[in-house]
């Protein structure tokens, strides 16, 4: 499993595009499973044979109906076989994939396939296609809708909405020469597939990504981290996003593991169990819920129980990392920690679906390191990397044994990074080839010299390694001149396990303020054991005893500021906890669960003036979208709490 | 370029598959129904509204056979159906759900569901017990049905869940899944959406419907959600002390003025 040798021996050079490497995967791990899916109950396998085979047909299908080589195919679902299909055909045509966020709204989907002149779509369900359906009046353009699901769709009397199990049943005959012919036209500077970048600001941009940033990137990561045929990894995360294409797709073929497909949304976490991964990416906010579904099913455990868990945590929180990290570790400290798999982290990685990972990672967002240093103690070995779309991914990436909670680690292999004016920069084989139809944003991006802006501030560390502190326009000043960085403040906050979401505002004001979300699991679960009744969100955030709650949590964060030279100033002065948590419907988080400040601070508007005029209270009335598209309105009288904030040592001076 | 509306659902020759006739029954000096005549085509969704008391669930125990009225007959796929014993019922392609739910509450959903196939395991005790040959092959193709149901009502997450565990309002959703389970005709749905919430009863209304168009099951239903009636429903009849004061479409009852004085009250 370690050895590793199907990934070091292929050729790169000469497999250098995805329909290539599935032609060789077909020959070289034929019977293997390339994808499964679970359906009625059952895991169902496609071996790489299948795979490539399934991939012709559907490929031939789509030519016969009119895709060309540097269309676009459009692709909205969540991860299924087919759709994955839908992509190696695509490449094999020489048509480009384009991956939509499956749950993005009907005008999201209308703009991108707008944008792309999409001509062909291939949709999961009756869901997508009734999303399509609301704005084909304005897609002139578009004329195959294609599905996998038929589900409720039986009725649909349209000639243009047909199942992709037209094409992948017929009984064509596609010919081989024509397969080899169609896939030597592919080249490694083609783009291999676009997607979109969800964006905190503007309209989403296409990213073009070419086969040679793909798999250059990709081929290096499974090096580094050995990966074979033998490993497996659960296809969850939004095919839209740059990482499952990279985990997902291009890393699945260059070393030829298995991806599987959840049987639904609900199910990941049975699913998981099932499949036990050893390969297992989770952004920080699905690692934090997991801690904190966690540590609330502990409170309810047996008192035995919660003992051996509390006094093993903590030998694991002694050991676990320099056992992990293959440092040396006392013979009674081993022997604890084994005595601790035996009882707790096993099990408990057991039923967390962890027992076989190898290789976990973590991005986006911060993580907090208590959060962080709590799975590698269970002997996971969690990673942060830092990545962007228009990387391919990997910028940086956290080195086995050489783990610092604090930072994104050193410079991945082949990238380059410096810090310009406190931006951080890169240039890679990883970068993309530009914006779809957007020059302008794609010389604002790259320089002249291939340096590509990433908008995020940071330091490198005297070990070479990088600490992103926020995006670089966010970093503002207080009105005394000194730095406000509002990401920073707003991951120390929900680094507390009942803050879910927190927006700090402090630039040219007098002070920080705070909105806090609270998480409502772990708030809930605190309040049945506190006896303080609840009805819902909104009920439960209003009340005082949850606002002494989180003062509390605030209290040490400014506690931790205060010791902070430069941030001191930043400690929050007042605070308030919003009637309602962000959300992507609203246009308050991005798809990818990143907060719009612009959008929040202008629909809050009235409550961050609030904040800042002394009042205690303030009336609000938003306007929600709810899941089938409606829109109502919720109001609520929010308090606002002042906090004591501690002297520094500046003060004094 | 694509058409923007997927067309209307096709329009089904109308086939009677079940017709009663001037029916009457009571209870002591209680008149629950009086002589009420129905008929009931072959894939459309009846919906039968009314007052408390008007006799809804009567009408329904009429239908199922579990009543046997007083006067009047009840014509089943053309032809006179006399009394009928209570295992008959199923047999005849009739399911149902009930007002308040009857599930068996310590085994698991998908157990639950195995149940409605009861009725269709036919390989004999000593098969079954043993657990050999035809009898395993059979609990194949049952559990092959069972989970296809589970998809169908998205229900993959508690599918070795015991009952008891789950919220109302998918327990509800078990209840379809296992009356679906014995492939029937003509289904029976009383008071589907009682005590959910809004976000359940979509989920609700969603399946009624795809339960009708995937299935082709006829479906009659009790429910008191006007919005929902008015929704989902090809038909609405009205009953209202025991009497049926109206028939028809959704948009045709809700202005016909009996219906309004037997809801409001005659001012």
């Not at chain 1, 292999?413 to 990883?430: A, M, N, R, T």
């Amino acid at each position: 499993m370690f050895l590793g040798g199907n990934t070091l021996s292929r050729n790169l050079e000469l497999l250098d595009t995805f329909s290539k490497i599935l032609r060789d995967n077909a020959a070289v791990f034929a019977n293997k499973a390339a994808i499964r899916e679970k359906e009625y109950g059952i895991w169902q396998t496609l071996s790489w044979n299948d795979f490539y085979n399934n991939a012709q047909i559907l490929a031939y299908g789509f030519k016969k109906n009119g895709v060309k080589r540097g269309d676009k195919v459009a692709i909205v679902g969540d991860n299924r076989p087919k759709l994955y299909l839908t992509i190696a055909a695509s490449q094999l045509l020489g048509a480009i994939p384009v991956p939509c966020y499956q749950d993005s709204a009907a005008d999201e989907i209308l703009y991108i396939l707008d944008h792309a002149e999409i001509k062909i779509v291939v949709v999961e369900n009756q869901e997508q296609v009734d999303k399509v359906l609301e704005v084909i009046d304005r897609l002139p353009k578009l004329n195959l809708i294609m599905y996998d699901d038929s589900r409720g769709l039986e009725n649909y009397d349209n000639k243009s909405i047909l199942p992709l199990s037209n094409i992948l049943d017929s009984k064509d005959k596609v010919s081989s020469s024509w397969v080899d012919e169609e896939i030597n036209k592919t080249s490694k500077n083609d783009i291999a597939i676009m997607l979109y970048t969800s964006g905190t600001t503007g309209r989403p941009k296409g990213v073009l990504l070419s086969y040679n940033n793909l798999i250059s990137v990709a081929g290096k990561a499974c090096e580094i981290e050995k990966f074979s045929v033998d490993d497996e990894v659960v296809a969850y995360l939004p095919m839209a996003w740059v990482g499952d294409n990279i985990f997902c797709v291009a890393q699945s073929y260059i070393a030829g593991f298995c991806v599987n497909c959840p049987e639904s949304r609900d199910t990941l976490a049975i699913d998981l169990r099932e499949i036990g991964p050893t390969y297992y990416f989770a952004p920080p906010m699905v690692w934090e819920a997991m801690l904190t579904q966690l540590m609330v099913r502990m409170q309810d455990a047996a008192r035995v129980k919660l003992w051996f868990f509390n006094y093993f945590m903590k030998v694991a929180k002694n050991w676990g990392n320099a056992i992990l990290d293959k440092k040396e570790v006392p013979i009674w400290g081993r022997l604890l920690y084994g005595l601790g798999y035996i009882f707790v982290y096993g099990p408990l990685k057991n039923n967390l679906g962890l027992t076989r990972v190898r290789i976990a990672y973590t991005a986006g967002e911060a993580m907090g390191p208590d959060t962080f240093l709590f799975y590698r103690s269970l002997g996971i070995n969690l990673k942060s990397l830092y990545g962007q779309t228009e990387a391919s991914v990997f910028v940086t990436l956290q080195n086995d044994g050489d783990v610092d909670p604090e930072t994104v680690g050193p410079a991945f292999p082949g990238v380059d990074i410096k810090i310009s004016d406190g931006e951080v920069l890169y240039k890679s084989s990883g970068v993309f080839k530009g914006y779809y139809k957007n020059d302008k944003a794609t010389k604002d991006t790259v320089d002249s010299k291939g340096w590509v802006s990433t908008g995020d501030a940071g330091v490198i560390d005297s070990k070479g390694h990088l600490k992103i502190i926020d995006r670089a326009k966010d970093v503002g000043k207080l009105t005394s001149g000194k730095i406000f960085s509002p990401k920073y403040i707003e991951n120390k906050l929900k680094f507390h396990g009942i803050i879910k979401e927190a927006v700090a505002f402090g630039d040219n004001k007098d002070f920080v303020t705070c909105f806090i979300n609270i998480d409502l699991q772990a708030v809930g679960s605190w309040a049945e054991r506190n006896n303080v009744a609840y009805s819902g969100y909104i009920d439960l955030a209003g009340q005082d005893e949850v606002y002494d709650l989180v003062e509390k949590a605030i209290y040490e964060v400014n506690r931790d500021l205060s010791k902070d030279g430069a941030l001191s100033a930043s400690q929050i002065k007042r605070f308030l906890i919003l009637h309602k948590e962000l959300d992507a419907d609203d246009g308050e988080l991005t798809r990818t669960n990143k907060v719009r400040r612009g959008t929040i601070s202008e629909r809050y508007g009235e409550l961050v003036d609030a904040m800042y005029n002394k009042s205690k209270t303030c009336h609000i009335t938003t306007e929600v979208v709810f899941e089938d598209g409606k829109k109502g309105d919720i109001s609520a009288d929010i308090n606002i709490r002042d906090l004591e904030v501690h002297f520094s040592k500046e003060k004094a001076a | 370029m694509i058409k923007s509306q997927a067309t209307e659902k096709i329009n089904q020759k109308k086939h009677q598959v079940m017709r009663i006739q001037n029916v009457s029954l009571s209870f002591g000096g209680l008149k629950a129904l009086i002589d009420v005549s129905l008929e009931i085509y072959q894939k459309e969704i009846l919906a039968i509204i009314g007052p408390n008391g008007a006799g809804k669930s009567c009408m329904l125990n009429i239908i199922s056979g579990i009543y046997t009225p007083e006067e009047g007959t009840v014509i089943w796929k053309g032809k006179k159906r006399e009394k009928v014993a209570p295992h008959n019922i199923a047999k005849m392609g009739i399911a149902r759900t009930f007002q308040n739910i009857a599930l068996f509450t310590g085994m698991t959903v998908l157990d639950n569901i195995l149940t409605g196939r009861n009725l269709l395991m036919k390989r004999g005790l000593f098969y079954e017990a043993m657990f050999l040959g035809w009898a395993r092959d059979q609990e194949i193709q049952h559990r092959k049905k069972v989970e296809k149901i589970i998809d169908f009502l998205e229900i993959q997450a508690v599918r070795k869940v015991p009952v008891s565990r789950l919220p109302y309002g998918i327990q509800k959703r078990v209840e379809l899944g296992r009356a679906l389970a014995a492939e029937p005709e003509l289904l029976l749905l009383d008071e589907p959406m009682a005590g959910m919430n809004v976000e359940e009863k979509e989920d609700m209304c969603r399946f009624v419907l795809d339960v009708n168009e995937q299935f082709g099951t006829t479906i009659i239903l009790i429910e008191h959600d006007m919005g929902v009636v008015m929704d989902i429903s090809d038909r609405v009849a009205v009953l209202d002390y025991g009497r049926k004061i109206a028939d028809g479409l959704p948009k045709d009852v809700r202005t016909d003025k009996k219906v309004i004085d037997a809801y409001l009250g005659v001012g």
